[in-house]
């Protein structure tokens, strides 16, 4: 059973810093592309940033520059470093696993980014 637990959500002001990390169990997660995602209140789940198994890497325009996405496959962990936070930043930040082996994908249970004076 794949199973995906973040990490690192929070309140921040303006200005700061977050990193958020994705723990990845029950796959051979090197083989895996991964993808962070957010939603903000009434807004549609949007992919902010995305890594293939050859940490090959893209991200939505609104965030490049600020955000890095990156993966430590010994430890199945994928991370969001998040850099000179906005307000309109503030969502749900959710991890998902496109799965190989499975055929399928996987999302975590989200954590809440809070950018706020």
């Known amino acids: 059973q794949v199973r995906l637990v973040e990490s690192g959500g929070g309140l921040v002001q303006p200005g700061g810093s977050l990193r958020l990390s994705c723990a990845a169990s029950?796959?051979?997660?090197?083989?895996?592309?991964l993808g962070w995602y957010r939603q903000a209140p009434g807004k549609e789940r949007e992919l902010v940033a995305h890594?293939?198994?050859?940490?090959?890497?893209n991200y939505a325009d609104s965030v490049k520059g600020r955000f890095t996405i990156s993966r430590d496959n010994a430890k199945n962990t994928v991370y969001l470093q998040m850099n000179s936070l906005k307000p309109e930043d503030t969502a749900v930040y959710y991890c998902?696993?496109?799965?190989?082996?499975?055929?399928?994908?996987?999302w975590g249970q989200g954590t809440q980014v809070t950018v706020s004076s």
């Open positions: 998902k696993l496109e799965s190989l082996e499975y055929k399928t994908n996987y």
């Open positions: 029950g796959t051979i997660f090197n083989i895996n592309a």
């Open positions: 890594i293939t198994s050859r940490s090959n890497t």
